[in-house]
Structures are given as structure tokens and as C-alpha cells.
């Protein structure tokens, strides 16, 4: 979810942080890959190409753009002292990001894909996962998409009395 929130719109125009000068090393940053992959021109390629992959598959357009995502990487199961674990290969580091980022969204697809869903406001262009209890979450966030949507009903009916 946070790959695909890298583009959102504020004050009517669009923000988009993987084109923007420090945002794909924010990104990498925030999401504690930092130390593991660099911010250069290739893996902010991979990760537009992942975040366009993941946009499709949740909104039920396509699956091809991810599975094409996912054929860049695997889990190689192994064994360390501390046990059984798991360890992400890729043919090419530039994709480590987008495929992480891809075989997450795979994950909540496979769990949960009736809870992701797009922000209802009609200018807001974030996804989130919906974790209430009754699964009836509309918005990104109620502090702010939420309460225009109100604040929006409710002038709307002091300007018909």
C-alpha cells in the first residue's frame, strides 16, 4: 500500500514522491530498505513500473503487470542458526523494491483483497486497507478525506434551508 500512496493529490493538482529529487530515498527509507538498495534512476524505474502493476491488480483491471513483477524475484527458503527462514533473490537489486513492494501486495491480495480499496473522496487518489470490524471503511483517513465529505454534506444542506 505504501507504493501505490506514492502519488496523491493535494490542493487539486497531483504529487507523485518517486519523481520528485529525495523521494524514491524517503521511500526506501521509511519502508527499511534503505540499507539494502540504492535510490538510482533504475530502481526508481522498477518501482513506477510495480506501482502501475499493483494500482491494476487491485482495481481488477489486470494481473499480468504484477505476475510480470513477481517473475523478477523469488523466496529462497533457508537455514540459519537462529532456524528455518526465507531470503528474497533477484536477478537484477534494482528490482528488489518493486518486487518486494509487488509480493506484498500479493499477500493482501490473497488475504484480504476484499479490504483494499480506494479512498471514496472524489479528489483524493490514495488506497488503504480497510481494518475496521464491519469491513465499512470509506475513506483514507477521517481526519481529513472524512471529514470534508462531512463538512461537504453539511453545507450542502445549510445552503438548501
Known amino acids: ?4 500512496n506514492t502519488r496523491w493529490t493535494r490542493g487539486g493538482a497531483v504529487r507523485d514522491l518517486l519523481l520528485d ?12 530498505l ?3 538498495f540504492t535510490a538510482d534512476a533504475t530502481t526508481v524505474r522498477r518501482l513506477l513500473e510495480a506501482r502501475e502493476a499493483i494500482e491494476a491488480a487491485v ?3 489486470a494481473t499480468e503487470p504484477l505476475d510480470a513483477v513477481l517473475g523478477h524475484g ?7 542458526a537462529e532456524g528455518p527462514g526465507e531470503r528474497a533473490e533477484f536477478a537484477d537489486p534494482a528490482w528488489g523494491p518493486a518486487w518486494l513492494a509487488a509480493r506484498d501486495c500479493l499477500t493482501l491480495l490473497a488475504t484480504k483483497p ?14 488503504f486497507l ?19 465529505a462531512k463538512a461537504s454534506r453539511h453545507h450542502a444542506r445549510s445552503k438548501e434551508a
Open 1 to 4: 500500500m505504501d507504493l501505490l
Open 21 to 32: 529529487t529525495d523521494g524514491p530515498a524517503v521511500w526506501l527509507a521509511a519502508n527499511g
Open 34 to 36: 534503505d540499507g539494502r
Open 59 to 61: 482495481d481488477g483491471t
Open 74 to 80: 523469488r523466496i529462497r527458503p533457508t537455514l540459519t
Open 114 to 127: 476484499d479490504r483494499i480499496r480506494g479512498c471514496a473522496h472524489e479528489a483524493c487518489a490514495l488506497h
Open 130 to 148: 480497510d481494518t475496521s470490524r464491519n469491513g465499512g471503511r470509506r475513506w483514507c483517513s477521517m481526519a481529513t478525506c472524512g471529514n470534508r
